[in-house]
């Protein structure tokens, strides 16, 4: 959320994709509804960010106007499914991942490595990603991205918050220090 939030209101980088600075009233599309994907949505939406489309593993939901975060979170957290979610304009099954393909200004890949490549990538229709997750673009995939203007802020950046943590964390347990 930090990253995305300092990189929407930096002018040098919405300039570059025609945008203007800050997250009110910007269509956000979310891949996995976990640590990352759920709490970037919640302080985005708070900031006025509309999150349109959330995709699971096993199902996606889409929603012209925007998702009540908390109200999706609560239905995930007791079904473990969006399958029979009532509040979404439209629900995907068959092929969660085409999700990935619905019109947003930016896309927030939060969950599974690999996820937009070269069979995917031309089909996107973002002004920018937020890698959320390790690794989620493959280098052919960012490579199309980059040729469509496109703009790719690296997991290195935007989740290096989550992977330091970590490593700290890591460096306590093995000290036994809690």
Not at 8 to 34: A, H, W, Y
Request: glycine share 10%.
């Amino acid at each position: 959320y930090y990253a995305i939030k300092k990189c929407l209101n930096m002018e040098s980088f919405t300039s570059k994709i025609n945008d203007t600075p800050g997250i009110s009233g910007k269509r956000f599309v979310v891949q996995g509804f976990g640590n990352v994907g759920y709490w970037a949505s919640k302080f985005l939406a708070q900031d006025g960010g509309k999150i349109t489309t959330i995709i699971e593993r096993d199902s996606s939901i889409y929603k012209e106007d925007g998702f009540d975060i908390e109200h999706v979170k609560t239905y995930l957290n007791e079904h473990n499914t969006f399958v029979g979610y009532t509040g979404a304009d439209e629900i995907e099954v068959k092929n969660p991942i085409s999700f990935l393909e619905k019109e947003c200004d930016y896309l927030i890949p939060a969950a599974v490595e690999k996820s937009i490549h070269m069979g995917n990538a031309d089909r996107l229709k973002c002004k920018a990603v937020f890698e959320g997750a390790n690794g989620p673009t493959t280098f052919a995939g960012e490579e199309i991205m980059l040729a469509k203007g496109i703009i790719v802020a690296p997991d290195l950046l935007v989740n290096g918050g989550g992977v330091t943590c970590s490593y700290f964390e890591w460096l306590k347990n093995i000290d036994h220090v809690s």
